[in-house]
Protein backbone atom coordinates (compact mmCIF):
# COMPACT_ATOMS: atom_id res chain seq x y z
CA UNK A 1 0.00 0.00 0.00
CA UNK A 2 1.15 3.08 -0.74
CA UNK A 3 1.88 6.10 1.51
CA UNK A 4 2.64 9.52 0.77
CA UNK A 5 3.70 12.03 4.18
CA UNK A 6 4.21 15.66 3.24
CA UNK A 7 5.56 17.80 5.60
CA UNK A 8 7.54 21.22 6.21
CA UNK A 9 4.46 23.27 5.50
CA UNK A 10 3.43 26.63 7.91
CA UNK A 11 3.04 30.52 8.91
CA UNK A 12 5.49 32.44 6.74
CA UNK A 13 5.53 36.11 5.47
CA UNK A 14 5.71 37.22 2.21
CA UNK A 15 8.78 37.06 0.48
CA UNK A 16 9.82 33.89 2.72
CA UNK A 17 10.89 30.71 1.92
CA UNK A 18 9.50 26.71 3.03
CA UNK A 19 10.53 23.48 1.98
CA UNK A 20 8.06 21.06 1.49
CA UNK A 21 8.79 17.40 1.72
CA UNK A 22 7.20 13.76 0.99
CA UNK A 23 8.35 10.94 2.06
CA UNK A 24 7.06 7.89 0.17
CA UNK A 25 6.52 4.16 1.24
CA UNK A 26 5.11 0.91 0.08
CA UNK A 27 6.30 0.46 -3.19
CA UNK A 28 10.00 1.71 -4.88
CA UNK A 29 9.66 5.05 -5.31
CA UNK A 30 12.31 5.53 -8.57
CA UNK A 31 10.00 4.54 -11.36
CA UNK A 32 7.15 6.94 -10.97
CA UNK A 33 6.68 10.32 -11.76
CA UNK A 34 5.43 12.79 -9.03
CA UNK A 35 3.85 16.09 -8.37
CA UNK A 36 2.36 18.88 -6.32
CA UNK A 37 -0.68 20.19 -6.20
CA UNK A 38 -2.03 22.50 -3.99
CA UNK A 39 -6.20 23.69 -3.11
CA UNK A 40 -6.67 27.22 -1.40
CA UNK A 41 -10.33 27.75 0.33
CA UNK A 42 -13.25 27.74 -1.98
CA UNK A 43 -11.01 26.54 -4.70
CA UNK A 44 -10.60 23.29 -6.63
CA UNK A 45 -7.39 21.96 -6.33
CA UNK A 46 -4.42 23.03 -8.89
CA UNK A 47 -1.45 21.31 -10.73
CA UNK A 48 1.73 23.20 -9.22
CA UNK A 49 4.87 21.41 -10.26
CA UNK A 50 5.98 17.59 -11.62
CA UNK A 51 8.85 15.56 -11.41
CA UNK A 52 9.83 12.73 -13.82
CA UNK A 53 11.02 9.19 -12.49
CA UNK A 54 14.74 10.14 -12.90
CA UNK A 55 14.03 14.11 -11.85
CA UNK A 56 15.96 15.22 -15.03
CA UNK A 57 12.61 16.72 -16.32
CA UNK A 58 10.35 19.33 -14.29
CA UNK A 59 7.25 21.32 -15.55
CA UNK A 60 5.87 24.09 -13.50
CA UNK A 61 2.25 26.14 -13.22
CA UNK A 62 3.29 29.49 -14.32
CA UNK A 63 1.73 30.78 -11.49
CA UNK A 64 5.02 29.58 -9.44
CA UNK A 65 7.48 29.35 -12.43
CA UNK A 66 10.46 30.89 -11.58
CA UNK A 67 9.64 30.91 -7.56
CA UNK A 68 9.13 27.27 -6.96
CA UNK A 69 11.45 23.93 -8.00
CA UNK A 70 10.39 20.36 -7.21
CA UNK A 71 13.38 17.94 -6.75
CA UNK A 72 13.45 14.02 -5.89
CA UNK A 73 15.74 11.71 -3.97
CA UNK A 74 15.41 8.48 -5.23
CA UNK A 75 17.31 6.60 -2.30
CA UNK A 76 15.35 8.59 0.06
CA UNK A 77 12.18 7.88 -1.16
CA UNK A 78 11.50 11.73 -0.92
CA UNK A 79 9.89 14.22 -3.06
CA UNK A 80 10.46 17.57 -2.51
CA UNK A 81 9.05 21.63 -3.70
CA UNK A 82 11.09 24.54 -2.30
CA UNK A 83 9.35 27.81 -2.44
CA UNK A 84 10.73 31.24 -2.51
CA UNK A 85 9.20 35.07 -2.99
CA UNK A 86 5.79 33.22 -1.36
CA UNK A 87 2.94 35.43 -1.85
CA UNK A 88 -0.64 35.60 0.05
CA UNK A 89 -1.73 34.06 -3.33
CA UNK A 90 0.18 30.41 -2.25
CA UNK A 91 -1.91 30.01 0.63
CA UNK A 92 -3.13 26.10 0.37
CA UNK A 93 -3.09 23.23 1.24
CA UNK A 94 -0.28 21.41 -0.78
CA UNK A 95 -0.54 17.99 -1.66
CA UNK A 96 2.04 15.33 -3.20
CA UNK A 97 0.93 12.58 -5.44
CA UNK A 98 2.50 9.79 -7.40
CA UNK A 99 1.73 8.98 -10.54
CA UNK A 100 0.07 5.63 -11.08
CA UNK A 101 1.79 4.09 -14.30
CA UNK A 102 5.42 3.21 -13.98
CA UNK A 103 8.01 4.72 -16.61
CA UNK A 104 5.55 7.87 -17.39
CA UNK A 105 6.88 11.28 -17.89
CA UNK A 106 5.47 13.71 -15.56
CA UNK A 107 1.89 15.08 -15.74
CA UNK A 108 -0.34 18.35 -14.52
CA UNK A 109 -3.54 16.29 -14.83
CA UNK A 110 -4.35 14.90 -11.48
CA UNK A 111 -6.13 12.29 -13.22
CA UNK A 112 -2.73 10.53 -13.78
CA UNK A 113 -1.95 10.08 -10.11
CA UNK A 114 -3.48 7.53 -7.82
CA UNK A 115 -2.12 8.28 -4.67
CA UNK A 116 -2.22 11.04 -2.66
CA UNK A 117 -1.32 12.49 0.57
CA UNK A 118 -2.88 14.01 3.28
CA UNK A 119 -1.45 17.52 2.42
CA UNK A 120 0.55 20.35 4.52
CA UNK A 121 -0.98 24.05 5.41
CA UNK A 122 1.06 26.55 3.71
CA UNK A 123 -0.01 30.05 4.96
CA UNK A 124 1.62 33.37 3.56
CA UNK A 125 0.68 36.50 5.45
CA UNK A 126 0.84 40.17 3.99
Known amino acids: QVQLVESGGGLVQAGGSLRLSCAASGRTFSPYAMGWFRQAPGKEREFVAT????????YYADSVKGRFAISRDNAKNTLYLQMNSLKPEDTAVYYCAERAKPYYGGSPYSYDYDYWGHGTQVTVSS
Open 51 to 58: VNPSGSST
